[in-house]
């Protein structure tokens, strides 16, 4: 009778065990302040009350990230929207956009080097310069690209260089590149480091730019549905908490200490000072600007075939997850 109840006490033990078990999702990103919502629902539990664990793995590019999303050792990955990405859904590879990580107004800043402040003072005194972009066909080739096109210019008009963003900080101090493409907090630095700001390359995009997004692989999501609108909900209070915490005060102090957590720039000053990336509050997705990026790229010649919004783009997470949280942004 004691061995029974032995039995039955592990038995119990391990179905509760097994009930409670989060399931882990691993998400690959280009460490910046669009990870806010990430951090938000890791330290504030909202991925835990959702039965999800969430590790954030970083990259320098989203264009590193995208082999590993197909072979399936990433679940998710955020980054700016790239000519991978494009490519990879073209070749019918599992990639799905589905929530919104960031969108203009983002504040990714043209900051120009010390000893050019006389003679750049708009888009087009870029003409001939060395300007740092992350990767080709990334996010920030396109906000260059079209920041060139509203003074006349093109991407043919200046020399690109291709770095991350701490070698492209380096690279303003040290003069090996003219001007840089630069996210938060690293736009602080450089100008930090002796650069000075030019313009927002984020508000020459029309329509309005979809900056950063999640993206899911297809068939891990297929495998696993109730995971995917489970991560949604708490990802969507993530964005509601970091959008609330660019106020001063003690949730701002909150989201400070995770950016110095989970970032490589440890400075409390340079997050004090950085502006706030836009996020939609409601997750929702500018899909008109994917389209246009996927324009902008098949004239560069990085893209052959156009795709659809619908083979793009999953709507169904954030829907799902809005009838549970409702709707708090047009």
């Not at 939609?280 to 994917?290: K, M, Q, T």
């Amino acid at each position: 009778m004691k061995r029974l109840k032995l039995v039955l006490s592990l038995g119990l033990a391990l179905i509760a065990q097994q009930a409670t078990a989060a399931t882990k999702i691993v998400v690959g990103t280009v460490p910046n302040i669009g990870d806010g919502p990430l951090i938000c629902g890791i330290e504030r539990g909202y991925f835990r009350e959702q039965d999800v664990e969430v590790d954030i793995v970083p990259f320098k590019t989203a264009s590193e990230m995208t082999p590993l999303m197909v072979r399936g050792d990433l679940a998710m990955m955020g980054g700016g929207v790239s000519v991978s990405f494009f490519n990879s859904v073209a070749q019918g590879l599992p990639l799905r956009y589905f929530v919104n990580r960031g969108q203009a107004p983002v504040w990714h800043s043209i900051v120009v080097r010390k000893g050019l402040e006389g003679k750049v003072k708009g888009a087009k005194d870029l003409k001939g310069l060395r300007i740092a972009t992350s990767a080709a066909g990334g996010l920030s080739e396109y906000e260059l690209g079209k920041t060139l096109e509203s003074a006349g210019l093109s991407l043919d008009d200046v020399e690109t260089k291709h770095l991350g963003m701490p070698q492209s900080v380096a690279a303003i101090q040290s003069g090996a590149v003219d001007a840089g493409v630069f996210v938060g907090p690293f736009d602080t630095a450089a100008i930090q480091g002796g650069g000075f700001h030019l313009l927002y390359a984020d508000e020459m995009v029309k329509p309005r730019m979809e900056v950063s997004g999640l993206m899911y692989n297809a068939d891990w999501a297929a495998r696993n549905a109730a995971a995917l609108d489970a991560f949604t909900v708490a990802y969507i209070k993530g964005v509601r908490c970091f959008l609330d915490a660019e106020k001063p005060g003690p949730l701002h102090e909150e989201m400070i200490d995770g950016f110095v957590k989970y970032s490589a720039i440890k400075d409390r000053a340079i997050y004090t000072d950085m502006k706030w990336t836009a996020i939609h509050r409601d997750g929702r997705v500018e899909v008109d600007s994917l389209m246009d990026m996927q324009d902008f790229y098949i004239k560069r010649g990085y893209l052959s075939k156009k795709l659809s919004a619908e083979a793009l783009f999953d709507p169904g997470p954030v829907e799902r997850a809005l009838k549970i949280l409702g709707a708090q942004q047009k």
